[in-house]
Nanobody, 113 residues
Framework: QVQLVESGGGLVQPGGSLRLSCAAS????????MAWYRQAPGKQRELVAL???????DYAVSVKGRFTISRDNAKNTVYLQMNSLKPEDTAVYYC???????WGQGTQVTVSS
């Protein structure tokens, strides 16, 4: 069965960095587009970044230039490098097999001094 397991969240000060990981299993990872979403308290879940099976990327305007999505098909893992973090980046971050109902359990990212 499809499984997505996120890790790497935590508490970081404004301006700091974190790298999230999402380990995938149960499907042919290299053939699927993958995405990161986030959901802040009281807000709808929003798309943060997308990476296609060929490695093309796209980002939400709010994170462009600060976040980088990447993938390692040998490790069946997708990453989200987050730099210059802001308090408004605080949210639960979710991994998603693009355009599917498959989600990870989420990892909390809190940006606060």
């Amino acid at each position: 069965q499809v499984q997505l397991v996120e890790s790497g969240g935590g508490l970081v000060q404004p301006g700091g960095s974190l790298r999230l990981s999402c380990a995938a299993s149960g499907f042919t990872f290299s053939t699927y587009n993958m995405a990161w979403y986030r959901q802040a308290p009281g807000k709808q879940r929003e798309l943060v970044a997308l990476i296609t099976n060929r490695g093309s990327t796209d980002y939400a305007v709010s994170v462009k230039g600060r976040f980088t999505i990447s993938r390692d098909n040998a490790k069946n893992t997708v990453y989200l490098q987050m730099n210059s973090l802001k308090p408004e980046d605080t949210a639960v971050y979710y991994c998603n097999r693009w355009n599917s109902a498959y989600w990870g359990q989420g990892t909390q990212v809190t940006v606060s001094s």
